[in-house]
């Protein structure tokens, strides 16, 4: 918090010298592991821990980090607060401590941020936020394949939600990924 590095002192497990070090809770936790290697049993796993408010802790490969990363932004928005451990006690040892969105990008910044084994550590669900609806967890997908205005469209019809509010939401998800607005 007051932007003092920290580096764990090496232990018989990755999972405590990342909590140590993350600057995100860790009085109450919950270790998961690794997920589901198949993307819908690991959304489906997600789902299921939306609205648990203690920490929650995830190891991730490298060739599996990106794809987790957009599971957790559909699954718990791209506001969560989180911390990436990557390499921990090698010479690249790195942590990344912002935001699921913030993260997405400084995991697309450099192809160095993709090596190694991760510890993702995820804060737990504030009392008072507020789940995401179906048409803002199917929006990410959808804007993979379609134009903001059609996953917007398509979202309402899919889930009988207001156009107009998913419609803001695509543009808010697309200028967090980045992408090109399209209309």
């Known amino acids: 918090a007051h932007h ?6 090496p232990g018989p497990s990755a999972l405590l010298a990342a909590l140590s070090a993350s600057g995100i809770p860790c009085d109450r936790f919950i270790f998961e592991g690794f997920l589901p290697a198949k993307q819908a049993a690991r959304i489906n796993q997600l789902k299921h821990l939306v609205s648990e408010p203690r920490t929650l802790v995830f190891y991730e490969s ?11 932004a559909t699954t718990f928005g791209t506001e969560r607060k989180l911390t990436l451990a990557r390499e ?3 010479t690249f040892e790195q942590f990344f401590r912002g935001t699921v969105a913030e993260a997405q990008i400084w995991l697309s910044a450099s ?14 669900s504030p ?3 507020p789940v995401a609806s179906e048409g803002e967890k199917i929006l ?3 804007l993979e394949y379609l134009s903001v205005k059609q996953a917007a469209q398509a979202a309402a019809r899919i889930t009988g939600e207001r156009k107009n509010d998913l419609y803001k939401c695509a543009l808010a998800l697309q200028k967090t ?3 090109k607005t399209e209309s």
């Open 111 to 124: 192809p160095d941020h993709l090596k190694g084994e991760f510890v993702v550590i995820l804060s737990g």
């Open 4 to 9: 003092i590095p920290v580096s764990p002192v």
């Open 140 to 142: 990410p997908v959808l």
């Open 127 to 129: 009392a008072d936020t």
């Open 88 to 90: 921990l006690t090698k």
């Open 62 to 72: 490298p060739h599996r980090i990106e794809a987790f990363m957009e599971n957790l």
């Open 177 to 179: 990924q980045g992408k």
